[in-house]
């Protein structure tokens, strides 16, 4: 089997070239999508559990997705598919549980933010990534790279990666310490519906193979 790769010490990978597309060159403006939970009311957070997330803790993070349904697919993905795997069905969700999550919606981001893209096969090579190892099973390695492609030279302000679930895109972005304009204040986040009994759940529940219900 193939070994996951390790990141270069940072003065090696500091030397690296990558590509940096800024956001309005690149046709990432926008829409883009987060699901989130509603006791929080700031959108960026340094999760450990999260893939892309730096691992020092010390870039809180904002993961969007390119459709309502993307999101949906990051944040339950994996308890539907595991649902599916053990003859399930429906996967219930109570009310309760459902009530901790909406959707939200940037209509369009900053057009100067730089994008680390790791949907390009240039940037991979150049950065020394590989798809295996971005989707490896243990996120220390991919949360590895995040840090070094945050503190990289260019000043990336994310990286744009595809959804291991649907394969469409998503993006991570990060607060960097010490900036005078904090992003989390430059963008704008408009409600964009209530997860409960949401027909993005329902639509990608019956795509995974399940069906799926909101308990009241």
């Given at each position: ?42 959108q ?10 730096p691992a ?18 990051e ?24 009530r ?50 945050a ?9 744009r ?56």
């Amino acid at each position: 089997m193939r070994s996951w790769r390790q990141p270069p010490p940072a003065e090696e990978f500091d030397r690296r070239e990558i590509p940096v597309p800024v956001v309005g060159e690149a046709g990432l403006a926008g829409p883009w999508f987060r699901l989130y939970r509603v006791a929080f009311a700031n959108q960026f957070h340094a999760s450990t559990g999260s893939r892309l997330t730096p691992a020092s803790g010390e870039f809180p993070c904002c993961y969007l997705g390119a459709s309502v349904e993307t999101t949906v697919a990051e944040v339950w993905g994996d308890r539907l598919a595991a649902h599916r795997d053990q003859g399930g069905n429906p996967y219930v969700i109570t009310t309760g549980q459902a009530r901790e999550w909406a959707f939200l919606r940037v209509a369009r981001l900053p057009d100067d933010l730089k994008m680390c893209d790791l949907t390009d096969a240039e940037t991979l090579l150049r950065a020394g990534l590989d798809a295996a190892t971005l989707y490896a099973t243990d996120l220390s390695l991919p949360r590895m790279w995040a840090e070094r492609i945050a503190r990289h030279p260019a000043g990336f302000d994310g990286i744009r990666y595809l959804s291991r679930h649907n394969h469409q895109p998503c993006l991570v972005l990060w607060e960097r310490p010490g900036r005078p304009d904090p992003l989390s204040n430059r963008l704008v986040f408009e409600p964009a519906g209530e997860f409960l009994d949401s027909e993005a759940a329902h639509r990608l529940a019956g795509k995974i193979g399940i069906r799926l219900a909101f308990s009241w």
